[in-house]
């Protein structure tokens, strides 16, 4: 027996070749091997792309799998209708063309995004898992007020990146609870974007 696989929305800021949106939003669409093979137990079945570059893959890819673009991010958690629609929700806010700060952190929309998903959630009086892509924002009191949001609203909550979905060469799955006498990261490219993922 076919198990339904449960629908998700994405929400992103960019979907071009290798964004963060590519990486993990392509896996549910193409399997994690890009083959087809071995599906994750979720289906795309709508998406919000923040900005639009010349190489924005979504229209080609909503057209090759079925899913549905909205102007909007509670279009996207709603499929156009009047309340949410979905399982779970994908918070994707890396890459595009945003602002910096004094501290020369790029200041992605992570704090709107979930705003705006939060309003479905209270609107519909339901909340679902949402899934946010890397920190949570580039400020504490951002971070701290989509915390507290969450728990307002019971949401399941989780932040992350793209890196556990990514191949390891040599793979290395260590026993848990095994001790490592020492161990080095290196790491490249600006500390905001990529220290995180030297860290994990």
């Known amino acids: 027996m076919v198990k339904e696989r449960k629908k998700v929305a ?23 091997g890009h083959d087809g093979k071995e599906m994750p137990s979720v ?3 709508s998406l919000y ?62 704090r709107r995004f979930f705003a705006e998903i939060a309003k479905v959630f209270a609107a519909s009086k339901k909340s679902v898992p949402v899934f946010s892509d890397k920190h949570l924002a580039a400020g504490w009191e951002d971070a701290k007020w989509m915390v507290e949001e969450s728990r307002r609203l019971f949401v399941p909550f989780l932040a992350g990146s793209s890196i556990p979905l990514t191949w390891r060469r040599p793979e290395l799955n260590p026993p848990r609870g095994c001790e490592f006498a020492s161990a080095i990261q290196i790491g490249y490219g600006p500390m905001e974007g990529y220290g995180f993922h030297a860290l994990e």
């Open 10 to 32: 994405a929400i992103v800021t960019e979907y071009r070749r290798w964004s963060h949106a590519d990486v993990i939003v392509s896996k549910i669409l193409e399997g994690y």
């Open 43 to 45: 289906e795309l079945v």
């Open 49 to 110: 792309v923040d900005q639009k570059p010349k190489s924005d893959m979504a229209p080609a890819l909503a057209k090759k799998y079925g899913f549905t673009i909205y102007d909007s991010i509670a279009g996207a958690l709603t499929c156009g209708g009047k309340t949410l629609a979905v399982d779970g929700v994908l918070s994707i806010g890396e890459h595009g063309s945003y602002p910096k700060n004094e501290r020369g952190q790029i200041l992605y929309p992570r």
